[in-house]
Nanobody, 126 residues
């Protein structure tokens, strides 16, 4: 069982930056991957970014367009999401997710992640 604890959400003005953190209770390198998803009111959960823990491969949702960066700290078993140039449409609850999947490809489906954090609110004002 993997427990995930997110932090770093908040209120920021458009054009500003935030860094989200997600600390995992357990990290097993083989086939382990972590991701960020988001969900705005009335919308489906949307893939933001993911990272393959062992090789460091990353992938992003199409809307990110170079504004966000996902990274990991092995020693702290923590994944980060650095968000720059934030827009009001980035307002959502951001969820950290983790799972195990054979291979090294990035997967953007929520179904491929077995463990989820409680979510952290990000609000971007115009």
């Amino acid at each position: 069982q993997v427990q995930l604890v997110e932090s770093g959400g908040g209120l920021v003005q458009a054009g500003g930056s935030l860094r989200l953190s997600c600390a995992a209770s357990v990290v097993t390198y083989t086939y382990y991957h972590m991701a960020w998803f988001r969900q705005a009111p009335g919308k489906e959960r949307e893939f933001v970014a993911a990272i393959r823990w062992s090789v460091g491969r990353t992938g992003y949702g199409d809307f990110v367009k170079g504004r966000f960066t996902i990274s990991r700290d092995n020693a702290k078993s923590t994944v980060y999401l650095q968000m720059n140039s934030l827009k009001p449409e980035d307002t959502a609850v951001y969820y950290c997710a983790a799972g195990y999947q054979v291979g090294s490809e990035i997967t953007s489906s929520p179904n491929d992640y077995a463990y989820w954090g409680q979510g952290t609110q990000v609000t971007v004002s115009s």
